[in-house]
C-alpha cells in the first residue's frame, strides 16, 4: 500500500454524478444498510457514498464520516446540509497513523472503505481499528481500484484481514473494483 493521499481536486472527480452510472452507491449498499444502523464510511471525501447512507440509515440512523484532509470534510458537511442530512452526519478528521474511533469500540454495524486502504501505511493497524469498531457480527465492505492494487495484492489485504479476526462472506461485484465483504 503506497500510504499517497488522493489529492482535493480528485475529490470533485469523485462526486461527480456522473460516476453513478459505474458505481452507484445505492446499489452497491442496498445489500447491506438498513433504517436505524450506524454506519462508518472510512476516507469519506466529499461524500459520494456519505450522502446516500444518511438517506439510507433514515432519521434514527448516524453515518460517521472520516477523512484525513480537512477540506474534504467541510466539502462534505456544505453538501449534508444543503440536502438537509447534516444531523444524520458525524464527520471527524483522522491521521495518517489513526483513524481517532476509540470512543466507537463495538458501536459500529457497517462500515465502508472504498479506494482509501491503498493509501494507508499501515494496513494491517487500520484494519484492526475497524475490527475494534464493529459489532459482533458488524459488516465491513472493501473496494479497491483495480488501477492501482493488482489482485494478488488484494488478496493479501484480504489475508491480512482475516488474521485479525475478519471472515470473508462476499466478494460483491462493483465496476472497476476488487471488492470483499468482510464480517466480525
Not at 21 to 28: D, G, S
Not at 164 to 181: C, M, N, Q, R, Y
Given at each position: ?42 476516507g ?70 472504498f ?48 488474521q ?21
Open positions: 500500500m503506497s500510504g499517497k493521499l488522493c489529492p482535493i481536486w480528485i475529490g470533485y472527480v469523485l462526486a461527480c454524478p456522473l460516476r453513478r452510472w459505474f458505481q452507484n452507491p445505492e446499489k452497491i449498499l442496498a445489500p447491506y444498510i438498513r433504517e436505524g444502523m450506524k454506519v462508518l464510511d472510512i469519506c471525501a466529499m461524500g459520494f457514498f456519505s450522502l446516500p447512507l444518511a438517506r439510507m440509515v433514515g432519521e434514527k440512523g448516524r453515518v460517521i464520516c472520516v477523512d484525513m484532509q480537512e477540506k474534504m470534510i467541510m466539502s462534505l458537511e456544505k453538501r449534508a446540509g444543503k440536502l438537509g442530512l447534516s444531523h444524520r452526519i458525524e464527520s471527524r478528521i483522522c491521521t495518517q497513523h489513526d483513524l481517532g474511533l476509540h470512543d466507537m469500540r463495538q458501536e459500529i454495524d457497517f462500515a465502508l472503505a479506494a482509501v486502504i491503498h493509501e494507508v501505511p499501515d494496513a494491517g493497524r487500520f484494519l484492526a481499528e475497524i475490527y475494534e469498531t464493529l459489532k459482533s457480527g458488524g459488516q465491513f465492505l472493501i473496494a479497491e481500484p483495480k488501477g492501482h492494487v493488482s489482485e494478488k495484492e488484494f488478496d493479501r489485504l484480504v489475508s491480512a484481514a482475516e485479525i479476526g475478519f471472515k470473508a462472506a462476499e466478494t460483491p461485484h462493483i465496476s472497476g473494483s476488487h471488492a470483499v465483504l468482510l464480517e466480525k
